[in-house]
């Protein structure tokens, strides 16, 4: 079973997401959407740092270049190193922003990345705007740059996940309330043959996820204040109840893989917008790193 859940950095967010963590940084980086801001937290030092942007940061993902970060900012897929901040090498810029938005972004077993979008909600200087949350896309984003579209009529994308033998793909939207499970083709890297995986659970909404080793998907529930293990046949296995109402993310990480952080957005309890952490019992599988293809995509 897991320990006692405790707060690792009372950050403030006004919306921590896009959590992964760094094995060779010992690291867990993270963004705050709305503030336009990537940390990093150093849980062997105690340290957190913090990184600026012009637009906001929506998912950090990890490439095969040790040091090198994707970004997914709003309306980019950039490479990015805290060393050279602010350069970024652009990858992919989204068409249909600024209209849409990115949202939740993984990168699958075979280096390439899938990102969903939503209307954009976040306005320039931050400030939540009133929208009508559909015609969102998955996309998946090739090492190349090139992009092609695996589903269309998103209200909010969120949780991308990959089973522990990257045969099945979970996606969820958020708005209708619903993680679907597609048959993952490796070779290919292509999905098909969706069905409900985990839908109508009336305790809050999905947001984003992170797979364990036994092939649980562990889903946060903003609105209920809890985390929830899927097994691998859609039925809950436990409910995690946690000290904020809305966690918006979790990731795996500690130098075994068995510590599970949490980002959460603020409210008016006393510390939302804070990075949680859990010690657990089962590992976390490990997260996918992002293709790097030639000398143009090092951030010097």
């Given at each position: ?74 309306a980019r897929v ?35 990345l899938w990102v ?94 992170a797979m364990d ?88």
């Open positions: 079973m897991q320990s006692e859940i405790r707060c690792a950095v009372p950050a403030g967010d006004i919306c921590g997401e896009g959590a992964v963590w760094d094995s060779e940084q010992g690291a867990l980086y993270w963004a705050d959407i709305n503030r336009f801001i990537v940390h990093r937290y150093l849980p062997a030092a105690k340290a957190t740092e913090s990184w600026l942007f012009d637009e906001p940061v929506v998912s950090v993902n990890l490439t095969t270049i040790p040091g090198q970060m994707l970004l997914v900012l709003s950039a490479f990015w190193s805290p060393d050279t901040h602010p350069n970024l090498a652009v990858v992919y810029g989204l068409p249909a922003a600024p209209v849409m938005r990115f949202n939740d972004a993984k990168v699958d077993p075979r280096g390439s969903g979008t939503m209307r954009n909600n976040v306005g320039p200087g931050g400030e939540n705007l009133d929208i009508e949350f559909t015609d969102g896309v998955l996309y998946r984003i090739d090492p190349d740059g090139s992009a092609s579209e695996w589903m269309h009529g998103i209200g909010i994308a969120n949780t991308l996940a990959w089973s522990p033998d990257h045969s099945t793909f979970y996606f969820g939207d958020t708005i209708a309330n619903t993680i679907y499970s597609f048959a993952f083709d490796p070779l290919n890297r292509a999905i098909s043959a969706r069905r409900p995986f985990f839908t109508g659970y009336d305790k809050g909404l999905p947001d984003g996820s080793a036994e092939g649980c998907l562990w889903v946060t529930r903003p609105f209920a204040g809890s985390l929830v293990r899927v097994r691998p046949d859609g039925s809950i296995d436990r409910t995690v109840p946690l000290p904020v109402s809305n966690p918006t993310t979790c990731a795996f990480g500690g130098p075994d893989l068995r510590t599970l952080f949490i980002t959460s957005a603020r409210s008016s309890q006393r510390l939302s917008g804070s990075l949680f952490a859990i010690a657990m019992d089962v590992p976390g599988d490990p997260v996918g790193r992002f293709r790097c293809t030639g000398p143009q995509q090092v951030i010097l």
